[in-house]
């Protein structure tokens, strides 16, 4: 796919200006180097770590987590939401102009590759920068979106990329840092975040373990996101699934489910009761702007 050249990141270390080695804007697995000398060599598998620092009290998914996201989103079942994602975001592009993605929490990164599949589509001259705090997942989301700049680094830290360099961030069941994101995105840029509706998963929720939504998530994200973001519009969307023993357990286990219960115990839970195949999944896809007051 066409690219812009990268989109100035910066320093997470001092905040200067950071770029590959050598200056060049798209060559794979360069050095990333600010002018204070820090330097971030890319991973084999294709990402830059970025996480400096003390860590973070934020609990990165495992190696197993990923694993089953991985195998449960590359089924499909989720396309649904994946392509309206992508519509949100094509929505705010001019054809023919460049345009930066950001996707923050990006996982194993299948909802970035519709996105950019359906931007490739609007535009050529596009550009993404993935973030997450999982190598695992980062290590899965660099094979899968290789023109995508991929980033191991905490959201709640000052992100690593330059004030007003973002046309569009998309946030999908990740932690919001509504002041950075509100620092990164252009005028006019939109913020696009999917949460949860009451009822999702309610099939499997109470065998698996899996935490129930609460009922006043929307007026807690608006609060979250407040003063820097108004709501634009929001998009309900149910998927109703037919899905197999392994694949409950994958779509359990790969959620917060899985920070304190393993896989087989999932399993097991799943297997023991009287769980039918039959799943709807429950999604908001709200569209923010920036504040009056921001811009």
Not at 180 to 200: D, Q, S
């Amino acid at each position: 796919m066409p690219s812009s050249p990268r989109p100035p990141l910066r320093c997470p270390l001092c905040g200067a200006a950071l770029k590959p080695l050598g200056g060049a804007a798209d060559a794979a697995r360069l050095a990333l180097v600010c002018g204070s000398g820090h330097s971030f060599d890319a991973a084999k598998q294709g990402y830059y770590n970025l996480l400096v620092g003390k860590g973070t009290v934020f609990e990165s998914d495992t190696a197993e987590m990923v694993a089953a996201r991985y195998a449960f989103l590359d089924g499909g079942h989720y396309r649904p939401l994946a392509d309206a994602l992508a519509a949100a975001v094509v929505s705010g592009v001019t054809p023919g102009e460049a345009f930066t993605v950001l996707d923050s929490g990006t996982g194993t990164g299948h909802y970035l590759r519709v996105v950019l599949d359906a931007l490739q589509r609007t535009t050529n001259s596009c550009t993404a920068v993935a973030l997450d705090i999982s190598k695992f997942a980062l290590r899965r989301a660099a094979r899968l979106n290789p023109e995508a700049i991929s980033l191991a680094c905490d959201v709640w830290q000052p992100l690593p990329v330059a004030d007003a360099a973002i046309d569009a961030i998309t946030v999908i069941f990740a932690p919001r840092n509504a002041a950075e994101f509100a620092r990164v995105l252009r005028p006019g840029g939109r913020l696009v975040v999917v949460t949860p509706r009451a009822g999702h998963l309610a099939a499997i929720a109470v065998q698996a373990g899996m935490l129930s939504i609460e009922d006043d998530k929307d007026t807690r994200l608006a609060e979250s996101l407040s003063p820097h973001f108004v709501a634009e519009y929001t998009r309900d969307l149910d998927i109703q699934m037919m899905l197999t023993p392994s694949e409950l357990a994958d779509l359990a286990f790969m959620g917060p489910a899985g920070h304190h219960l393993d896989r087989l115990t999932i399993a097991a839970k799943i297997g023991s009761g009287d769980v039918s195949p039959q799943v709807e999944a429950r999604f908001r896809l709200t569209v923010f702007g920036l504040a009056p007051s921001t811009q």
